[in-house]
């Protein structure tokens, strides 16, 4: 949580000098992540014990490169200007709260930090403002540690659409992560692939 807040203050105060010569749009979203997953180079084998036939034995419980992360949460902000009428480019932040890779205790968590593109289409709509496309490319940092791995450093890439209608923002993105393992048993690349849905507030000067 510190570091979100570190980072919205940190955009915030980066872009302030800009805000006198153009529009801008200031958010602050929270979003999830629907069905990730995680490929590796290399297989995971986890086991656990408990009892087969009235005897505690040990299990395997995943013995593959592909592993399964439960529904995820996020935070985050983004600063937009625009220096062209519809079309604004910005700065981004969000971090993937600890979340459970499936059919273990163990835990994934990321923050990532991002440039953006966001051309819009103007409605004359009194429910909707405006429909939008949105490019997020920029740099992440995760810890896995099912695979003993923490301090990741990669790729994030996100693009999607989304709405605006007065304050309210609802967007719909498609969200790969590329990290790179350091040698350890699982040396090499992991990527995270998921459908990042957001809900925010935007406050417009």
Aim: hydrophobic share 45%.
């Amino acid at each position: 949580m510190k570091k979100i807040i570190f980072s919205i203050l940190l955009l915030t105060v980066c872009v302030l000098p800009v805000s006198a010569k153009m529009n801008m749009d200031f958010i602050v979203k929270g979003g999830l992540l629907a069905s990730p997953y995680i490929d590796l180079d290399r297989n995971v084998v986890f086991t656990d014990t408990g009892m087969v036939n009235g005897e505690e034995q040990e299990r395997t419980i995943i013995n593959s490169r592909i592993l399964d992360v439960d529904l995820g949460y996020t935070l985050g902000g983004e600063v937009f200007a625009y220096p062209w009428k519809n079309i604004g480019v910005g700065i981004g932040v969000f971090h993937l709260f600890k979340t459970d890779i499936e059919n273990t205790a163990q835990k994934i968590s990321a923050t990532n930090f991002y440039l953006a593109g966001k051309p819009k289409l103007v409605l004359e709509n009194k429910e909707i403002d405006s429909v939008y496309i949105i490019g997020q490319l920029g740099y992440s940092n995760a810890d896995i540690k099912l695979i003993d791995a923490s301090g990741l450093s990669g790729l994030y890439m996100g693009a999607g659409v989304g709405i605006e209608a007065k304050w309210l923002i609802i967007e719909a993105l498609y969200t790969y992560y590329n990290w790179l393992i350091p040698d350890n048993d699982y040396a090499g690349h992991g990527s995270m692939y998921t459908i990042h849905l957001n809900i925010g507030y935007k406050y417009s000067i």
